[in-house]
């Protein structure tokens, strides 16, 4: 089952740009690191709202795709296609809504 939104996947141009922008809104850096996904490299960066909600903005400059990502306890449980280009790596899949949005399954267990 689904228990909540993870966070916001936004793809940027000009990652450092839009760290400063999210700023002026309110957000805070909390991680940056550069990913190695299949054959893309990313750079990624998590802010956080001030209030501390557990939804994040994540912003990624790289070879990437807007999504927003939802915590599940199975995420083969739903028994979707992943989306294609996209594999399951350790504990998160990729799969795509019927107009083309693409959806993170992050699986926590317990």
């Known amino acids: 089952m689904i228990s909540h939104i993870r966070h ?3 793809n940027v141009k000009d990652i450092d740009r839009s760290i400063a ?3 002026k809104l309110g957000f805070s850096l909390f991680s940056r690191t550069t990913e190695l996904w299949g054959e893309k490299i990313i750079d990624v960066a998590k802010m956080r ?12 400059q790289g070879d990437w795709c807007n ?6 306890n199975d995420i ?6 992943l989306a ?7 504990n998160v899949a990729f799969i795509q809504d019927p107009d083309g949005h ?8 317990g």
């Open 8 to 10: 916001v996947g936004l």
């Open 67 to 72: 999504h927003f990502a939802i915590q599940a």
């Open 76 to 81: 083969l449980i739903t028994g979707l296609p």
């Open 21 to 23: 922008f999210y700023r």
């Open 102 to 109: 693409y959806i993170e399954l992050v699986e926590v267990k």
């Open 49 to 60: 709202a001030k209030d501390g909600a557990l939804t994040v903005l994540e912003l990624v």
């Open 84 to 90: 294609t280009g996209y594999m399951r790596k350790n």
